[in-house]
DNA sequence: GAGGCCAGGACACTCAGTGTCATCAGCTAC
DNA sequence: GTAGCTGATGACACTGAGTGTCCTGGCCTC
């Protein structure tokens, strides 16, 4: 993994060959795809552990807290996490910036979590539409969230920001 | 397109090469690349249309419109069309569902219109942030009522959806 | 009818991704 | 300590997406 941001860093995500990651790794292709299933998967491993940790943020909600509130409290285990990967970020998403199939793949994990969202809000007895729509607002604003944290210099914003898109989300859907 | 949607749906998207896809429609697989940039692309043709029917939907949105109002207006001449296009987006939808790099590919089209739609909201004077937040609202709105409205059998219910989704939207942002 | 233009064919090539078998290190058992 | 098992990696061949390049033939214009 180290070996492949590194190299898609120096000379482009597009022209990088697996070979070359592997080689640059000391393995083989076939090894390569032996931990991720293809070359974009390489920056997305991280995904499982962002679930977990708003699954586990949401699971210490108050249970009459409101379907929103519940999915805006995963927040804050990521956030945490997020404060020392500010750096990190920052590589990784102009990297993305720059490939549209890394968009995609960026695009369908964040899916991915809204409908483990969605699961863990029906889990507390929340209505099926009304779960989606939850769900899918939070990643909403998680989404522009980490777009605005990955565009300024203070690493511990986070969850400061995520207040920030979360009122400017409510004030617009007002009525 | 229709030979490979025709192939897509009877022996499943992976299943079927650009070959055939070309030799049924009489034609080589370099020119099926000549039209369509990647083999998921055939499936996604129509979101040119999408984008300019809904952009041509919003401008003509009162000019003091809220922001959210703006980004709705565009729905009109798009459900108008989707009527006709029930059985298809029906098919459509089966092979997307069984296919995650398709998925993928709807993401990326539907965050593309939400930039559009950003782009547009800015345009009507309406502020950045908000602008962002507004237009994601709106496509998580679309997305949603897009999947109930293939799911059930009226084809002309996109519209009555919409509103369905954007008041369950408005409920479960509400402060 | 000569010249120019352009859509499509022919063909070779790169690279992502997969199936399959061989190898080798470490562990367990007796 | 050796026989046998297991799991990780290498070797290697293969398929299919996608691209670069050159060629051909139809059509349009003067």
Do not use: C
């Not at 070996?3 to 083989?28: K, P, R, W």
């Not at 029906?122 to 939850?134: C, H, K, W, Y």
């Not at 899918?136 to 914003?157: K, L, N, P, S, Y």
Request: hydrophobic share 50%; glycine share 4%.
């Amino acid at each position: 993994m180290n070996a492949a941001i590194v190299l898609f860093d120096e000379q482009g995500y597009e022209e990088t060959t697996i070979a070359q990651i592997a080689e640059a790794a000391g393995l083989t292709k076939r090894t390569f795809f032996r931990y991720f299933s293809d070359k974009r998967e390489v920056l997305f491993s991280g995904s499982e552990e962002l679930e977990h940790r708003w699954l586990e943020g949401m699971a210490k909600a108050p249970v009459d807290a409101a379907p929103l509130s519940a999915v805006m409290a995963g927040v804050d285990p990521v956030a945490e996490i997020f404060v020392e990967r500010h750096a990190f970020a920052r590589v990784r998403s102009r990297i993305i910036a720059a490939n549209p199939e890394l968009q995609e793949r960026e695009l369908i994990k964040l899916q991915r979590l809204a409908e483990a969202i969605k699961v863990a809000l029906r889990d507390r007895g929340v209505e099926s539409n009304q779960a989606i729509l939850a769900a899918e607002a939070g990643i909403t604003v998680f989404h522009v969230t980490f777009a605005r944290w990955v565009a300024q210099d203070d690493a511990t914003a986070f969850r400061r920001l995520t207040d920030e898109s979360l009122n400017e989300l409510r004030s617009v859907t007002a009525a």
